[in-house]
């Protein structure tokens, strides 16, 4: 914390000080560091001062050209949105495509669009973890809420369409819903899953 105090105290871009590699923190402005870009290295802070942006998703509504402004990304209470790996960005899944998480144990399928890069499969928003799970939506999650619905067992399917992506509207956010529904019944809905729920191996 004392070198990110003294990169910050340096305006946050000055290599010859350090450098953050900002992972989940918005940010903007790059700098070459051994001739290497680091993206996002200068963190913004939140209009009211009280700390940094967290996690801001790769689907974006880009007709909000304020990055800071909150309701430009997918809000992890009201939207499905799950998290696709390099791996599969590299064979066609892109951001504003869909697809489905389906718990096997509780036999939930909940179809959900693409919205952020992570490292893994797996990941998810709240609103695709208690929907899942077999919970109500909810705004007011409190912190004692804060797991439900995270899996740690090899429960879940996930199916990852190839879809033309679509564009994000904040300001409609049940059109997103809508489209991750159609999308499912689309690539087959329930009658498809089922078969892939049959053919697919468990540990």
Known sequence: ????????????????????NWYGILGQ????????????VVPILQKDGSG???????????????????????????????????SLIAQGVTMGTFGVAYNIKKRIA?????GDAGPRIGEGSVALA??????PLKDDVTRTERFVGQVDAPDVLWVFFKDTAERFDSHNEDATTAKAKAAYEAWGGDARLARCVQQVPRN
């Open 52 to 86: 940094f942006y967290v996690s801001p998703t790769t689907l974006a509504d880009r007709s909000v050209a304020d990055e800071s402004e909150q309701s430009r990304y997918v809000n992890p209470l009201r939207i499905a949105a799950a998290v696709a790996p390099r």
């Open 110 to 114: 909940v179809p959900f669009v693409v």
């Open 130 to 135: 208690r929907l899942a799970a077999g919970f």
């Open 29 to 40: 402005g790059s700098v070459k560091v051994k001739g290497r870009k680091i993206d996002a």
């Open 1 to 20: 914390m004392q070198d990110v105090g003294r990169i910050g105290a340096a305006g946050w871009n000055n290599p010859s000080v350090g450098v953050v």
